[in-house]
């Protein structure tokens, strides 16, 4: 069965702190790794991921894969309360499988 | 181009009344994803259609829901004889036929179950 783990599972950080979200994944027919920021409304779509070791950037948003070792990490440096939002990892086989998120809390 | 519509928005209904959800993808996409989004939980896959066919439903509940994507008109997911459990959002989103490509989600729609 397809799995995509992610860690931790909830965090609280002052403004400034650089935080890193974690998502591991067991798949068959491994295609990309999406990162998506869930606030209120619908998920939007942050960044796409295929290709080992290639960093995406977006701000003080950045994020890499690593196809052996099966996971991706995506990283937030100076971080705001706008911030503040659920991180979810989704793996694309044949369809799309999410993890169960990470809440990411950003104190004043 | 609008984006995928999902509507009811906002919906209650009282235990054992039927809840009928629609999702129109965005125009030239013809797969369809399900999602349902417990309070403080993650999205958790549910069912996976193109038109007029059932891909996946691994996720789906053995009973009480049912999802369809017709030849003409929005997908629809069906919960018979709602339980307070059901109450959720629930997430439908789109992608195009072929490739390689992000998918992209509707608003979702709100179910409680009173």
């Known amino acids: 069965e397809d799995k995509v783990v992610q860690s931790p599972l909830s965090l609280v950080v002052h403004e400034g702190d650089t935080v890193t979200l974690n998502c591991s994944y067991e798949v068959t027919n491994f295609r990309s790794l999406l990162w998506y920021k869930q606030e209120k409304k619908a998920p939007t779509f942050l960044f796409m991921l295929t290709s080992s070791g290639i960093e995406k950037k977006s701000g003080r948003l950045s994020s890499i894969l690593d196809k052996k070792e099966l996971f991706s990490i995506l990283n937030i440096t100076a971080t705001q309360t706008g911030d503040s939002a659920i991180y979810l990892c989704?793996?694309?086989?044949?369809?799309?499988?999410f993890g169960a998120g990470t809440r990411l809390t950003v104190k004043p | 181009n609008a984006g995928v519509m999902q509507n009811p928005r906002h919906l209650v209904r009282r235990r054992g009344q039927e809840a009928r959800l629609r999702c129109s993808p965005m125009?030239?996409?013809?797969?369809v994803y399900w999602y349902r989004q417990l309070p403080e939980e993650g999205l958790k896959f549910m069912v996976y259609?193109?038109?007029?066919?059932?891909?996946?439903e691994s996720g789906m509940p053995k009973e009480r829901f049912s999802a369809e994507f017709p030849k003409e008109g929005p997908s629809i997911l069906r919960i018979q004889q709602v339980v307070r459990g059901d109450s959720a959002a629930y997430f439908c989103?789109?992608?195009?036929?072929?490739?390689?490509?992000?998918?992209?989600f509707g608003e979702g729609s709100w179910l409680t179950v009173v």
């Open positions: 989103a789109s992608s195009p036929p072929k490739g390689d490509h992000t998918i992209y």
């Open positions: 125009k030239g996409h013809s797969h």
């Open positions: 989704a793996v694309r086989t044949n369809d799309m499988r």
């Open positions: 259609l193109q038109k007029e066919n059932i891909i996946d």
